[in-house]
């Protein structure tokens, strides 16, 4: 077990990365960008000191319970950061870096082409007739209104380099400490207690079972997640979504988006370190904007 004082070295140093990055991406777009800001501005609480209040909210006290209880539960499964643990304790950390560089290069590119494939237009078979749908709702009054409202939190500014790769940084360190750092640690250490493992170890049996929990949980979270936003969406224009897409083309896609990340960065982090899963993600992101500037030219999309 680590000793109480690293342990608050390494939870202000991954927390406090976490809430700079956030604020800064949070800052740049001008709209809610963490799930509850965004469901109460879909609920039409569109307040500006409510959303701001929530999203500072989630992007403290959220990312610090995550981190921390993330932190004590990767410790009693063997799991962490093992590079940040390294440099805080003054031990020298270039010859970790590049078996760990490799690895996270070859994940992030097999997750970036494997992402592209839910945007193809095989998967979309209705997407002309979506949207139509979606200008059919945009031309409404109750759609009008719902544009308002969000045009109230954009200054009109047109996304640049810089804030593409702030939002690209944001999703790979706030997502990695919440689904890899907190809840695969904790499902690992849940599994762990199940199957009776030492305390400060877990078999690799117990870690890739977390992992593909976790994916199972993400898959999950993304098909209720786009559900609930697409209704919401639909009811602020007061408007019955027309247009629906087959149950297993709606599986097929939320598979696509959530396992290949999820099992990969999952790999990573009980073989290599969070650090690890937070690069993979963050070069899976800059690599899946490009493939899909590609397909557009190329009117795969």
């Not at 095989?122 to 409202?149: I, T």
């Not at 695969?184 to 977390?210: H, Q, Y």
């Not at 290949?260 to 990573?268: D, H, K, Q, S, T």
């Amino acid at each position: 077990m680590m000793g109480k004082r690293l342990f608050w070295r390494e939870f202000w140093l991954l927390w406090g990365t976490g809430v700079i990055i956030g604020a800064i991406f949070a800052a740049s777009v001008r709209i809610p960008t963490t799930p509850l800001a965004m469901l109460l501005l879909l609920r039409n609480h569109s307040q500006k000191p409510l959303l701001l209040g929530m999203e500072a909210i989630e992007i403290t006290v959220g990312l610090a319970i995550a981190v921390s209880c993330g932190l004590l539960a990767a410790h009693r499964v063997g799991l962490g950061a093992p590079i940040v643990e390294k440099w805080l304790r003054g031990e020298a950390i270039k010859s970790q870096l590049r078996p760990r560089l490799v690895p996270s290069l070859l994940v992030g590119i097999l997750v970036a082409a494997v992402s592209i494939l839910p945007i193809l237009s095989v998967f979309h078979p209705n997407r002309q007739l979506a949207h139509h749908e979606a200008e059919r709702l945009s031309e409404s009054p109750d759609g009008a209104k719902l544009a308002e409202k969000l045009g109230r939190f954009s200054d009109g500014r047109p996304l640049t380099l810089t804030s593409l790769t702030v939002s690209y940084l944001n999703a790979a360190i706030r997502g990695e400490l919440i689904s890899r750092l907190f809840l695969l640690s904790i499902v690992a250490l849940i599994f762990a207690k199940i199957t009776g493992s030492p305390s400060g170890t877990a078999s690799n049996r117990v870690l890739f079972s977390a992992v593909l929990g976790v994916a199972a949980i993400g898959a999950i979270a993304s098909v209720a997640w786009q559900g609930a936003t697409t209704k919401m969406i639909y009811s602020s224009g007061g408007m019955i979504k027309i247009v629906h897409d087959s149950f297993w083309l709606v599986i097929a896609r939320a598979l696509l988006r959530a396992v290949p990340g999820a099992v990969g960065f999952g790999w990573l982090y009980v073989r290599r370190g969070i650090e690890s899963a937070i690069l993979s993600a963050f070069v899976a992101s800059v690599l899946a904007h490009l493939l899909f500037k590609i397909a557009i030219a190329m009117r795969l999309v």
